[in-house]
């Protein structure tokens, strides 16, 4: 890579296309984009997150260090994403239920819907005009159209309505026509030989912060063909979108942004519509769900007032597009279509969740849960929703945790400690410690917690355990000692600081609802988690260390990656998109960031399992 001289090593990898982790953006104080020089003129600030062993060993933070003359550098393996533990949830549809209850379409129980796909490919059939039936041929389609489907509102391309006459006369009136819903308008986006009624696809995307994953349907017959999944590539300036609206902001870079997610969204439908053997111009629509912010990079509006106060997004009702529009590549014609979302800061991700567990319809109390960047929170019923969004997963995601790392091969993902003291855990690939994911540091919480090694506080109780050790950070813990070239893995003071904070931001936003419901954790008739974290979650830990309410086990279900099985149903079902409408305008948003409340409620729940323990029973008999 050629880049000007002064240049700093993460901006030369992010022109380059190379992935390195950097949490903080490039501010310098997460130390997560370590690299190595093995020659090469440079020009380093000095910091206090790297080991007088790394700085002997050439490691530089990239983001601290500019290029002064030719390098070559070295990428350690940490930096490596796998995609392999990406929820991409195959198996979404349990869900909906739609797959299997679509044939004969049917109205199906409460809270599922009739298949009714957005965009639809008819077979028509039509009298040919003569003396005594004048109709204009376009007058003739629409009478056709609604013969089948009920379409008040119809409007037809002036595209279309150019070739119209001559492919009715050269297929004897007997054609294929592709419908799509735009609000209460029905639109004729495509008419083609009658042969090809049956080839009509689509595509639902959950736009990640971290992943984006897509699901390649029939939209024939409801079923998923195939699922493909990447990393978020907006990864590379940095790993929540609040540093990427920074970064933009700062380089006047929300076109660079916007390319590299539709990019990704490119990518994967090519590679579901190579795998399947399938024309690009055979898929006729696109659904997405996502946070507000990663909807507004995709559709490249401006979220720059969504990290500022009043903390407001340019949209949350999009209507549908041509997906053309924003560059994707799907039929040129073909429609693109977002589900709503609430708040700057609950997306169309969480309204997709409420959707599918279908907690709008239900008698009692729900609580549902999305562990991901943030921490989003939705109480109700069919009466009433509340919800909340708490900055909560960066710390289970790795950042401001020295050796925390994302779910991928070598991550530490379940970790105990036994009796003797031995630490035993299983790592993602079976392979050699690299660091620990989200769920494995829950378990190291919880482990020293209950085995007394710290208090309530979260400090450590005896500097006499030969497990402890004094680091640059101060104390530090020993999970993995160093091995045949392998660095130790320790959990320090700050991790430990760190962890807690993040869980008693989850744990204050669930209580600020409650509290505000009048709702007690023994009035919870479910709790619903979602998202990659929770899908690997270890309920009793999440539990002792006070992340989640203490109820019976039985209560907890974990439900996957309910952004795209919401982005099916409502893909498969137009009642569904104007449920989803409803939903999102139903739902009460609680801003915590200007709550006194939840910020006396985070501040009782920096302890372990919380500064009231009768609201942990079962901790206390433990």
Known sequence: MEVPAGTTLLEAARKAGIYLSSICGGDGYCGKCKIIVNEGQFQSRPTTLLTADEIQQNVVLACQTKVLSDMTLTVPKSHALDAGQILVDTDAHRLSELAHQINPPRRIKEGLFEFDPLVRKLYVEMSPPTVQDSTADH???????????????????????????????????????????????????????????????????????????????????????????????????????????????????????????????????????????????????????????????????????????????????????????????????????????????????????????????????????????????????????????????????????????????????????????????????????????????????????????????????????????????????QLVPASNGHHEIVITQADINNLIRSKAGVFAAIRTLCEATQTKPQDLDAIYIAGGFGNFLNIRHAVTIGMLPDVAPEKIEFVGNTSIAGAKTVLLSQDALETAQKIARSMTYFDLMSNSAYMDEFIRANFLPHTDLSLFPSVIRA
């Open 139 to 477: 007058e003739r389609l629409y009478a056709a159209i609604r013969d089948q489907i009920k379409a008040p509102i119809m409007q037809t391309g002036f595209r279309i309505l150019q070739q119209l006459s001559k492919i009715l006369v050269q297929e004897d009136y007997k054609v294929a026509v592709t419908v799509g819903r735009r609000g209460g308008t029905t639109e004729v986006i495509e008419v083609e030989p009658a042969s090809r009624h049956k080839t009509n696809f689509a595509v639902a995307i959950d736009l990640g912060t971290t992943t984006v994953v897509a699901h390649l349907l029939d939209l024939t017959n409801g079923t998923t063909i195939d699922t493909q999944a990447s990393y978020n590539s907006q990864i590379n300036f940095g790993e929540d979108y609040i540093r990427r609206i920074i970064y933009a902001e700062q380089n006047n870079a929300f076109d660079e942004m916007q390319n590299r997610i539709v990019h990704d969204v490119n990518d994967l439908i090519v590679t579901l519509a190579s795998r399947q053997r399938i024309d690009l111009q055979d898929i006729t629509a696109v659904v997405c769900a996502g946070n507000t912010a990663m909807v507004h990079f995709l559709l490249n509006l401006d979220p720059s007032r969504i990290r500022r106060e009043p903390y407001i997004a340019s949209a949350a009702f999009v209507p549908p597009i041509r997906a053309a529009e924003v560059g994707i590549q799907i039929n040129k014609r073909g429609l693109l279509y977002c589900l709503p979302s609430v708040a700057a800061y609950v997306g169309s991700d969480i309204v997709a969740g409420v959707l599918v567990t279908r907690i709008y319809t239900k008698k009692g109390r729900y609580l549902f849960i999305d562990i991901g960047t943030n921490g989003e929170v939705v109480l109700g019923n069919r009466d009433w929703l509340v919800c909340a969004s708490s900055s909560a997963g960066p710390a289970f995601e790795g950042s401001g945790v020295r050796h925390g790392m994302r779910a991928g091969a070598g991550a530490i993902e379940k970790l105990s400690i036994r009796t003797d003291g031995s630490v035993e855990y299983k790592t993602i690939g079976d392979s050699h410690p690299a660091g620990i994911c989200g769920s494995g540091l829950l378990d190291v919480i919880s482990e020293l917690f209950v085995n007394g090694i710290i208090d309530r506080t979260g400090r450590f109780k005896s500097t006499d355990d030969t497990r402890l050790t004094q680091g640059d950070e101060g104390l530090q813990f």
